[in-house]
C-alpha cells in the first residue's frame, strides 16, 4: 500500500480496532502478572514472540536478515522495546488499568512534539496544536483527579506507566528516523524482542521470585501474548505506522484509554466517575482535530 499524507476510513477503523485490542491486552497483563513476575512474564513474551516471528517470515519465504548495518539502530530499537515494557508491566502490577491505560497513551503528546522537529513532514499545525492541547487535557484530568474510585493507585506505578509512554514515542522515532525504515516492519518488531527477551529476563533477577501462584490459564496468556499480541499485533501497528502520518497513528492511541476504562468496568470492576466521561469527551474531540483533513484552497 502507498505512503499516505493523512488517516483514511481504512485506517480509522484499523486503528479503533486496534486500540480496542490494546485495550483488552492490559487486562490480560494484569491477569498473568497474578502468575508471573511482570519483568520476567515480559521477557518470557519477547522470546516466545522471537520464535513466532522466526516461523513466520520463514514460511513467507523471507527469514530474519540480521544486517550488520542495522546493528546500531537495532540494538538501540531493542533496548527502548525493553525499557517500555519492563515499565508498563511493573506499572499494570501496582496501578489499576485505568490508571496505567490513560497515562501510558499520552504517547501521542511526546511523539507529535518530537516528531514536529526531527520528522519531515509531521509539522504540528494550529488545529493540531488544539487538539492535542484538547486530548492532553483529558488525560491529565483523568490523571490529577485521586478520587475516580478506579481502584488501585500508586505513584511508582504512574511514573512507570510514563517512563513507558515517552519510551513508545521514542521507539515510534527510531523506527522512522533511522536506517530501520528501509526493512520491513516485521524484521524492525524482530530486532526489538530479539533484543529485549534476554535483557528482560536477566533484568528479572532484580525484581524477586519469577514465579507466583502460577495456574495453566496465566501460561495462556502468556501464549496469547507472545504469540498474537506482539508477532501479529505489533507488526500490524508498525505497518500502519509505515504508511500513515506518524501524528495521525499516535492521536488513535488516545482512544486506548477509553477502552481501558470501559475493560477495566466491565472485566475488573473499576468504577467510572464524571471525571472520566468528561476525559473520554475531551480525548475524542481532541482526535477529531487532529486528523480532520486541511481544506484545500481552490483557485479563483
Known amino acids: 500500500m502507498e505512503r499516505k499524507d493523512r488517516i483514511d476510513a481504512f485506517g480509522a477503523i484499523s486503528l479503533t480496532g486496534f486500540s480496542a485490542f490494546l485495550a483488552f491486552n492490559q487486562v490480560i497483563i494484569k491477569f498473568v502478572n497474578g502468575g508471573l513476575q511482570p519483568v520476567f512474564f515480559a521477557g518470557l513474551r519477547s522470546a516466545i514472540a522471537v520464535l513466532c516471528l522466526w516461523l513466520w517470515m520463514t514460511w513467507r519465504g523471507r527469514p530474519p536478515r ?123 518488531l ?19 521470585p519469577l514465579l507466583r501462584d502460577l495456574v495453566p490459564l496465566h501460561i495462556a496468556g502468556l501464549v496469547f501474548q507472545g504469540g498474537v499480541v506482539v508477532a501479529a499485533g505489533f507488526v500490524f501497528w508498525l505497518w500502519l505506522l509505515s504508511i500513515y502520518p506518524a501524528a495521525g497513528v499516535a492521536s488513535f492511541s488516545f482512544l486506548t484509554p477509553i477502552f481501558g476504562v470501559a475493560f477495566g468496568w466491565a472485566l475488573l470492576g473499576e468504577e467510572i466517575g464524571l471525571s472520566l466521561v468528561v476525559a473520554a469527551l475531551l480525548v475524542g474531540v481532541g482526535i477529531i482535530l487532529i486528523n480532520r483533513p486541511a481544506r484545500r484552497r481552490h483557485p479563483s
Open 66 to 188: 540480521l544486517r550488520r548495518d542495522m546493528a546500531g539502530p537495532g540494538i538501540a530499537i531493542g533496548l527502548v522495546f525493553s525499557a517500555e515494557f519492563l515499565g508498563l508491566f511493573i506499572a499494570l502490577d501496582l496501578t489499576s488499568v485505568t490508571r496505567t491505560s490513560i497515562i501510558l497513551y499520552s504517547m501521542p503528546v511526546w511523539l507529535t512534539l518530537a516528531a514536529h522537529f526531527v520528522l519531515p513532514g509531521e509539522r504540528i499545525t494550529p488545529r493540531k496544536a488544539v487538539g492535542l492541547i484538547l486530548a492532553f487535557t483529558g488525560v491529565a484530568w483523568a490523571i490529577l483527579d485521586r478520587d475516580t474510585g478506579a481502584g488501585q493507585a500508586s505513584l511508582t506505578g504512574d511514573l512507570c506507566a510514563l517512563g513507558a509512554a515517552i519510551c513508545w514515542a521514542t521507539l515510534a522515532l527510531i523506527a522512522r528516523g533511522t536506517r530501520l525504515k528501509e526493512v520491513r516492519p516485521e524484521m524492525q
Open 190 to 208: 524482530f530486532w526489538q524482542v530479539l533484543v529485549s527477551a534476554p535483557v528482560l529476563i536477566f533484568a528479572a533477577l532484580f525484581f524477586g
